[in-house]
């Protein structure tokens, strides 16, 4: 039978399938059912930065105001500024899932503004999380910011956050990059240990009667897993310091072969486990297991990064070669003559 276990982050897994930042951590209980049924790892939901800011703010408001409708009032109201606002309520779930888990768990944070990330990251390092994955999320609105720009305030973040914990430090990217690979160098240079493929954004839609925004979420599907297995490919030819991981589009055990096959060192779920529950990753386990087993591979070290772009002499040649090959399969094909 092939050994799962695999490294990531410089942390040792029982199993490449790990609990993507989800609800499932904010449950101790269901992060127990994912662990029992084989999850190596479990990535908290996202600390958002603004979401504690504007509480703070919030707090402060509703304080200072009712400060202000009662000359006495200041003598028994606390002080805003002392009101606790922080990541303490992350900090008890993940205290929470450290005294129920023997897998490592993960925290994650977005955050836009090196003070924030680096406090919230010492925190919750602090208070036991085995690793930090940065979720990089920054939107360009005016034209005065180039991508360059973009770039350049995300890598002096990430290098903060290095900076101010000891533990494992992984960033999620978004594929939005002009190079990706090389994105990804610089920020192996900053001393990241990992990186993630890629963010999942929830994209608005336009309501055309109320002339609104509807935010949908809307659970992935594997028809979203070729994006990452291209990055993938790339980055384990160029990138062969980090350890990689695939979220988005992983619903089978077949769909993480594909993922370990072109590098991935793990695979981050969480909507197939939303949609049938956390003890469903024992099923992507053992449909993972009889295809590495079928295969003939031992491990799945030993099937990571067979279809690697490192085995290619042009990569760049290649890729566009199979654009230009995906092209002509669907001229030799065109649907609309059916309909004729």
């Known amino acids: ?190 001393g990241v240990r990992g990186v993630t493929v890629f963010n999942r954004f929830y994209d608005p839609v336009v309501d055309l009667d109320t002339l609104a925004v509807r935010r949908n979420l809307e659970s992935s599907t594997s028809a979203e897993l070729p994006l990452r297995l291209h990055a993938l490919a790339i980055l384990s030819a160029t990138s062969g310091a980090l350890s990689l991981a695939c979220s988005g589009g992983v619903h089978t055990g077949e769909d993480a072969a594909r993922a370990i096959l072109c590098g991935a060192h793990v695979v981050q779920v969480a909507s197939a486990l939303l949609t049938h529950g956390p003890a469903h990753i024992g099923t992507l386990r053992g449909e993972l297991q009889h295809w590495l087993d079928d295969k003939g591979y031992t491990s799945s070290a030993a099937a990571r990064g067979v279809l690697g772009l490192a085995k290619a002499e042009d990569p760049s040649v290649w890729t566009r070669l199979n654009y230009i090959r995906s092209l002509d399969t669907w001229r030799e094909q065109p649907t609309w003559r059916n309909h004729t």
């Open 1 to 190: 039978m092939a050994d799962l276990q695999t490294s990531w982050l410089g942390l040792t897994l029982t199993s490449p399938l790990v609990v993507a930042a989800s609800p499932i951590s904010r449950d101790p209980a269901a992060a127990m059912q994912a662990e029992a049924a084989g999850a190596g790892a479990i990535v908290m939901h996202s600390l958002f930065e603004e979401q504690l800011i504007e509480e703070q703010m919030a707090a402060h408001r509703y304080f200072d105001q009712l400060a202000d409708t009662n000359a006495e009032a200041r003598s028994f109201l606390p002080d805003s500024d002392l009101y606790p606002l922080d990541a303490e309520g992350m900090v008890a779930e993940l205290q929470a899932l450290r005294q129920q888990l023997t897998i490592p768990v993960v925290a994650s944070l977005n955050g836009n503004t090196p003070g924030g990330w680096t406090r919230y990251a010492a925190r919750l390092a602090d208070a036991g999380a085995s690793a930090i994955e940065l979720n990089l999320y920054d939107v360009a609105s005016t034209t005065a910011t180039s991508g360059a720009d973009v770039e350049r305030r995300q890598l002096e973040v990430v290098a903060a956050v290095v900076a101010a914990v000891s533990i494992p430090v992984g960033v999620k990217i978004s594929p939005f990059y002009a190079s990706v690979p090389a994105f990804v160098h610089q920020l192996e240079q900053a």
